[in-house]
């Protein structure tokens, strides 16, 4: 792989393509009619991708709301001068209420005293804080139970330093099609929603659809949805792959930094769990390891791909360096693999050539999500936007 940009720190970075990103937000806003918004959760620095630079190029593309997992992800949008509203998905705790409203930013609310402070917090600023009311319709995380929402807004609603700019709730199985359960949490959702209306009450923007819920679940879009895995270019499900197409955003490559030929029988890494079966073999070492988001799980479990062909990966992942092996001058190989060397690009996540290693490959072995893959690469290594 040539021509690539790369730190010059280290021989390991995280490859984030903005035109996918830009394509995807693009694609996923087109499933919305035009009367709805499209809030981009952007929450654990954009699920690995980088918060700042990913609200900046889906902005451009159709985003007209962030939201964000913590107060502190809100305030770095913000300095990084992001105006669009931004909702921080939980309660932050009563100590961050202050930073909430300098920044003026929208924290999910479901708790009468939270709500109160905010209230004197934003009265004393001179301002009015905005937040959006949470309701837990069955999956047990965050919100006021939908039997109790106009309860709990009423016993709030008097305070003239807030005011609901949204109401919300999340699903458990959006992901799964002609699902009871989720059925039954639109259902008391709505419910919640026409209680509040008819009780008088400002419902601000509703909304409830994840990125599986939007692709699959039109009837839920209502005044806004809520997407993040399909702005990566993932997806949540099987079923969604039918509906959208979607180009994963992240590459995650190295350089090659040492280059051996040992003896048969020598062994490679802690515990020395592989040794060298044949002659003519390379072992090769990439500065990239489970600090860096690649799980000590796929220890001679996974493939990285040079010079556009697939090598196995052999030993123990380290904290900060992996080995890998290739055959050279295999004879029977049908493509004989030339010698890797000093300083050739693999890629462990992403395309070279035709050979392509994706998150759901390497997800399932390591019986997780995607998600979880893209955000633990977000850990350490630097990020090169292309
Ligand atoms: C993370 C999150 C989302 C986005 O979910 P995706 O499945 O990535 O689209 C939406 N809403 C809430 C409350 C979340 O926590």
Redesign the pocket.
């Known amino acids: 792989m040539r021509g690539v940009k790369c730190p010059e720190d280290r021989w390991a970075w995280v490859e984030v393509d903005l035109d996918a990103l830009r394509q995807n937000t693009a694609a996923l806003k087109r499933l919305l009619a035009r009367d709805k918004q499209m809030m981009c959760?952007v929450?654990a620095d954009a699920y690995g991708h980088g918060a700042v630079q990913c609200a900046k190029a889906m902005r451009r593309a159709g985003a007209d709301q962030f939201?964000v997992?913590t107060t502190t992800e809100g305030v770095e949008l913000r300095e990084a001068g992001v105006r669009e509203p931004i909702l921080i998905?939980s309660e932050p705790p009563m100590e961050a209420i202050q930073k909430i409203v300098d920044y003026d930013l929208s924290p999910a609310v479901f708790d009468q005293d939270f709500a109160l402070a905010l209230g004197e917090c934003a009265a004393a600023a001179g301002k009015v804080a905005t937040y959006h009311f949470a309701i837990d319709t069955g999956m047990t995380r965050i919100g006021v139970n939908w039997r109790d929402a106009v309860k709990v807004r009423r016993s709030i609603d008097f305070h003239r330093g807030i005011e609901c700019a949204g109401t919300?709730t999340?699903f458990a199985t959006a992901d799964v099609q002609r699902d009871w359960d989720f059925n039954m949490q639109a259902r008391r959702f709505t419910d919640a929603v026409y209680a509040m209306q008819d009780a008088g009450l400002e419902t601000g923007l509703v909304h409830c659809a994840?990125?599986?819920a939007t692709i699959l679940h039109p009837d839920v879009h209502m005044d806004m949805c809520?997407?993040?895995?399909?702005l990566y270019g993932l997806h949540?499900a099987i079923e969604t792959r039918r509906e959208v197409r979607l180009r994963p955003v992240m590459s995650v490559r190295g350089r090659i930094t040492r280059v051996e030929h040992p003896e048969v029988g020598t062994g490679v890494s802690y515990g020395l769990t592989y040794r060298v079966p044949k002659p003519n073999i390379q072992i090769c070492t990439v500065p990239i390891g489970y600090a860096d988001g690649l799980s000590r799980n796929l220890s001679g479990n996974m493939d990285v791909l040079v010079n556009g062909e697939r090598c196995r990966q052999v030993g123990r992942i380290c904290m900060d360096q992996f080995m890998f092996e290739v055959t050279v001058n295999n004879v029977r190989a049908y493509r004989p693999t030339r010698a890797v060397e000093y300083g050739d690009v693999v890629t462990v996540l992403g395309y070279d050539g035709d050979e392509m290693i994706t998150a759901d490959d390497m997800a399932a072995r390591r019986e997780t999500i995607n998600?979880e893959v893209v955000c633990d690469f977000g850990l350490r290594l630097q990020k090169i936007y292309v």
């Open positions: 959760v929450k939201a997992a998905l919300f999340h994840n990125t599986p809520r997407v993040g895995i399909g949540p998600y």
